[in-house]
């Protein structure tokens, strides 16, 4: 993460600048007047100064936003990426817009290099400072404080989806959560022993066909308010071939992503111990391989969840669903969350409906549903509200079990027959479910991010506790 301070002054070592500007304030500077920039939204353009240092200047369109600011910002960064510093002159914006501009740079900045053995000669340098220059630098400073931490939450979750996952197998996962304990976070790993005692036969399913073994990580925030916790509960399937029901070969290199879930959940859980959160939550993760071997689960095989639920499997692929409805039924038992949200890269057909420019909320509580989409559109994590209807879930009726795990016709709304699976977990406990499955990976860089793991759901979620479950009665 990049390293910010706040400044008063331009430092003249800074090597290189960039200048926020609206529609408005373009036509007075001068070097935008020299080169034709008028700040448009998304406009970016990079000129020298008179001193003959680079300088970028950002479009922030015909008003300065929490939105606009934060872009701005990463595309600055994404400019001055060559450069080891950058200064950042905010001077016109209010407090709170500068600091949003530093989370975009943090974000837009981000890069994995942990498996690079030698510098690539072709590669630009890694920005490694940013100075913002603000009015009022005890303000922004201040406003920073609170955001930097779902800042370090995403870029937590964007190296654990980018890691391969001979580096990241359920036990290696677990391994890396237990470092969050110096942040403060009690860290709980219960073995595939622990698992079969208490009845996880839903996930021990999926797992059958790895030589990895699944675990359980339950990471607590305790907080200061005297109330249950929010929990969020992830999947983590650390690498998804599909099972039986293998997945075709094109871009199943992909499928080390099918954690991103869970990653996360985890990265929301650094944020609320950075910044020192009040409301008590939990991050429940199912850790697990779903490969093929001597062992692996075969569609028609039945298995029974924590609840005591027989769950037929059809689709040996449809294994998400399995791993949170184990997961989801002991976090309602054994925490009595005052609200669970579960989030999966879990369907191919939420991303046939929504592309990949939003995740899809399934809810089963409509004032839960409502801060979640306005969470998400404060911090660039949108959610589009999707149905959740009882026809649904009769769909997957079975004659041999309780119910089936997905429907076996192709070409039908699997997203919401997901959903719909899922609901039978939660009781009468708030729940909401994000299937982010289109979100997960960016597959081109934009303003917020390069290509690749896109960390979406930790800082969503580090605002949800934030306007939710923070208020001593809320």
């Keep these: 993460m990049l390293g910010v301070r706040f400044r008063h002054r331009l430092r003249h070592e800074s090597a290189a600048r960039a200048r926020l500007l609206t529609e408005s304030a373009a036509p007075a500077d001068m070097l935008a007047r020299a080169i034709g920039f008028t700040g448009r939204a998304d406009e970016i353009a990079v000129g020298r100064d008179a001193e003959g240092r680079l300088t970028v200047l950002a479009g922030l369109g ?5 939105a606009s600011a934060r872009r701005a910002g990463g595309r600055a960064a994404a400019s001055a990426i060559a450069s080891k510093r950058l200064a950042l002159d905010a001077r016109e914006l209010a407090p709170d817009l500068a600091a949003e501009a530093a989370v975009g740079a943090c974000l ?10 030698r510098p690539d000669p072709d590669a630009p340098k890694r920005l490694a400072h940013l100075d913002v220059v603000v009015a009022d630098k005890r303000a922004a400073g201040a406003i920073w404080e609170t955001l930097a931490p779902g800042v370090a939450g995403a870029l937590f979750a964007r190296d ?3 890691e391969p996952s001979n580096r990241l197998t359920p036990t290696l996962f677990a391994a890396r959560l237990r470092a969050l304990e110096a942040e403060g976070l009690k860290v709980d790993i219960h073995d595939a022993a622990w698992l079969a005692r208490e009845g996880f036969g839903a996930l021990l399913g999926v797992g059958r066909g790895s030589v990895n073994p699944p ?17 969020f509960v992830g999947k983590g399937v650390t690498f998804d071939t599909g099972g039986v029901d293998i997945k075709p070969a094109d871009k199943m290199w992909e499928m080390r992503a099918d954690m991103a879930g869970a990653a996360a959940a985890a990265g929301a859980m650094l944020a609320l111990a950075r910044r020192r959160s009040p409301a008590p939550a939990v991050a429940v993760l199912g850790l697990v391989e779903n490969m093929i071997g001597a062992q692996a689960q075969r569609p028609s095989d039945v298995v029974r969840a924590v609840d ?6 059809i689709d040996t692929d ?3 669903r399995l791993v949170l409805a184990d997961c989801l039924a002991w976090t309602r038992r054994a925490l009595r969350p005052a609200a669970m949200i579960d989030l999966a890269t879990l369907t191919g057909s939420i991303v046939v409906a929504l592309g990949n420019q939003r995740a899809g909320l399934f809810a089963s509580d409509g004032a839960l549903a409502a801060q979640l989409a306005a969470a998400g559109e404060a911090v660039d994590e949108p959610l589009w509200p999707m149905p959740l209807e009882e026809a649904y879930g009769e769909a997957l009726k079975s004659d041999i079990a309780d119910v089936k795990n997905c429907v076996a016709e192709r070409f039908q709304p699997d997203a919401c027959h997901a959903a719909a699976f899922l609901k039978r977990f939660v009781g009468d406990t708030p729940w909401a479910h994000l299937d982010i499955a289109g979100v997960d990976l960016r597959h081109e860089a934009d303003a917020l991010g390069p290509e690749g793991a896109s960390g979406f759901g930790a800082r969503l979620l580090d605002r949800l506790v934030s306007l939710r479950f923070e208020a001593a009665d809320g």
């Design 62 to 66: 015909a008003a300065a936003t929490p």
């Design 108 to 117: 837009r900045a981000w890069r994995f290099e942990a498996l690079k053995t």
């Design 160 to 162: 654990l989806v980018a």
């Design 215 to 231: 675990c359980l990580a339950v990471l607590r925030w305790k907080g200061t308010l005297d109330a249950p916790p929010v929990a």
């Design 308 to 313: 005591g639920t027989t769950i037929e499997v």
């Design 318 to 320: 449809a294994e998400g």
